[in-house]
């Protein structure tokens, strides 16, 4: 297998420890493994990538996306909220917009998404939703290191009126959900020389049964696969598990005994202790003491004013915080700044959810979570993943901490190479094979067919200029 060398001005290795700051280093990787990393080395490589003046880290681990559909959350959430959801989108927003999809749209969003992703550096993803067969295809031709957990569940919530969370349920149809899903972990996980992987998605925890979510727990250890579960994400939620069974969301799972540190929780940021709440704390002890790693995705919560008490409440918890996207824009620098910054607004402290922390939770977390020691590092036997980034950028300069810089200053266009599994899959700040204003072209045209389908699909018929009015009103033309 060729082998080739990367020099740098600056790379953040890991010591087998933590991550230290490599200066004028160099890594080798041959195939798809990375062969050696430090200041020098004597045998002859097959190839040289000069980085001289740029950032080499990790690829980063994106743990909680919804790549079919998210993109056209845009220019349709933002700035809207029902305050009887308590400002979540999860009851009226999501239902119109899903409903007024189809299959072509959603097949554009992972496209979309997918490019998003490979150009904000994120390597390996964690990917909830439908077109599960088409993600796995087009995963495997991008390049993308994706672990595909179709979602199954035994009801459906809706909103008759605006007013109130109901619950439509059909375990039987949750049942095939679960063996379809099952069907594809073992038909694609190890395809793509092992680049696509599966997971079980029991969709939320206020739409499953315990059988269902016992079964999957028992399943998932017998397949040796991770679980994600959407848990304590609304004040709704939180109430309603509170009305079925006395107890958090988080304590029920517990006392069904679905939790352990194969359980990624999906967001588990409405819980005891918060003002989101007002009920006693408990909650963290209980995601602390069974190890359950959490996916935390700052920005979909942020928009609405919702922020997580606090990321730094968790990590001095002792959990392992990750960082997801969940919706658009699938940019985890993104995500990273946010968890930073909404962490040091609610603690009122600059010196909590640091540098260090998010971009530790970018890496080694995610591969924490997801059991590999071979991701979220720059170490000989690691994944050749990585990211390079050009360091005389506005953004990026000037340099002294190349963390911080990326955490609070990168964007997408500082960005010029991404390296998965050994193979260049951007470079010069494009994904390679794909027509990028193509992939533009077609949301816009998916969009443009969804919005006025909104009306079908939104309990009180309202149209999508209803659900969310335009910004400013259109221009009428003075005819005087």
Excluded at 144 to 152: D, H, K, Q, S
Excluded at 328 to 345: D, F, G, Y
Excluded at 423 to 433: Q, Y
Aim: aromatic fraction near 8%.
């Amino acid at each position: 297998m060729a082998t080739t060398a990367i020099r740098a001005s600056h790379i953040i290795a890991y010591d087998g420890q933590e991550h230290r700051h490599l200066r004028d280093g160099l890594i080798v990787y041959e195939g798809n493994t990375i062969r050696h990393v430090g200041r020098t080395y004597d045998e002859p490589v097959d190839r040289t990538i000069d980085a001289t003046g740029k950032l080499v880290t990790p690829g980063l681990i994106n743990t909680h996306a919804h790549l079919a559909g998210s993109p056209l959350d845009k220019s349709f959430i933002e700035d809207r909220g029902n305050p009887q959801f308590y400002m979540s989108g999860l009851f009226e927003f999501l239902p119109a917009r899903g409903g007024a999809m189809t299959s072509e749209d959603a097949r554009t969003c992972i496209d979309f998404s997918m490019v998003e992703l490979l150009r904000s550096g994120t390597t390996t993803i964690l990917e909830m939703g439908g077109q599960s067969e088409y993600m796995a295809k087009r995963a495997g031709e991008l390049g993308l290191r994706a672990y595909i957990g179709p979602m199954y569940r035994d009801g459906r919530w809706y909103t008759p009126d605006g007013r109130q969370v109901c619950y439509d349920w059909d375990e039987a149809a949750g049942r095939e959900s679960f063996r379809q899903a099952v069907e594809f972990i073992e038909t694609h996980s190890g395809t793509y020389n092992d680049r696509i992987r599966g997971f079980l998605s029991p969709s939320q925890v206020d739409t499953c049964t315990a059988e269902l979510l016992q079964e999957t727990h028992a399943l998932a250890e017998q397949l040796d696969v991770p679980v994600q579960i959407h848990v304590s994400q609304s004040v709704n939620e939180f109430q309603t598990m509170l009305q079925r069974h006395g107890k958090t969301p988080l304590a029920w799972l517990r006392d069904i005994g679905v939790l352990s540190p194969r359980v990624l929780l999906g967001h588990a940021i409405i819980i005891g202790g918060t003002s989101w709440t007002n009920y006693p704390a408990g909650d963290l002890a209980i995601i602390a003491d069974a190890g359950c790693p959490v996916a935390h995705a700052p920005w979909v919560f942020a928009r609405r004013g919702i922020a997580m008490e606090s990321f730094q409440r968790y990590l001095d918890a002792g959990i392992t915080m990750t960082l997801g996207t969940d919706t658009s824009p699938q940019n985890i620098i993104q995500a990273m700044r946010w968890a930073a910054v909404v962490s040091k607004i609610v603690d009122r402290n600059t010196e909590v959810a640091t540098a260090r922390e998010v971009f530790n939770a970018a890496t080694l977390g995610g591969a924490n979570a997801l059991e590999r020691e071979d991701l979220g590092r720059i170490a000989a036997g690691a994944k050749a993943d990585l990211l390079i980034f050009d360091s005389a950028t506005l953004n990026m300069s000037p340099m002294r901490d190349p963390v911080k810089n990326l955490v609070y200053y990168a964007e997408m266009e500082d960005l010029h190479t991404v390296v998965i599994d050994g193979e260049t899959v951007l470079e010069k700040g494009r994904v390679l094979n794909v027509d990028q204003q193509e992939v533009a072209r077609r949301l816009q045209a998916a969009g443009e067919r969804m919005w006025p389908k909104m009306a079908e699909n939104d309990w009180a018929g309202r149209e999508a200029d209803q659900l969310s009015p335009l910004t400013f009103p259109a221009w009428v033309e003075n005819e005087a």
